[in-house]
Nanobody, 123 residues
């Protein structure tokens, strides 16, 4: 079974910051690569960032330098620090887990998903 529960979303202004959290339970968190995806209304769910079991990270171009993904294996928690938020960052943000070692920006690699947390950025 297992579960991922996101929190930390909200409504903010352009330029503000947020920190999203995703708490895992029911499975061995450290054995999974973890990622954040987001989905805006009427759009496909898109990759935002991933962090490997080793700690290596990757970001989509539009958030590189503004967002930071991290993990705390002792707490079974994944984080996404969002800075300098823009209206185009408005979306539901989902955390996901994968036991794959490659193609980690591809949502098809992920078998575990949270329910999402909404981020709304107004200008």
């Amino acid at each position: 079974q297992g579960q991922l529960v996101e929190s930390g979303g909200g409504s903010v202004q352009t330029g503000d910051s947020l920190r999203l959290s995703c708490v895992a339970s029911g499975f061995t968190f450290r054995d999974y690569a973890m990622a954040w995806f987001r989905q805006a209304p009427g759009k496909e769910r898109e990759f935002v960032a991933y962090i490997k079991r080793s700690g290596g990270t990757s970001y989509t171009d539009s958030v590189r330098g503004r967002f930071t993904i991290s993990r705390d294996n002792a707490k079974s928690t994944l984080y996404l620090q969002l800075k300098d938020l823009k209206p185009e960052d408005t979306a539901a943000y989902y955390c996901a887990g994968s036991k794959s070692v490659g193609y980690l920006s591809d949502r098809a690699q992920y078998t575990r998903w949270g329910q999402g947390t909404q981020v709304t950025v107004s200008s």
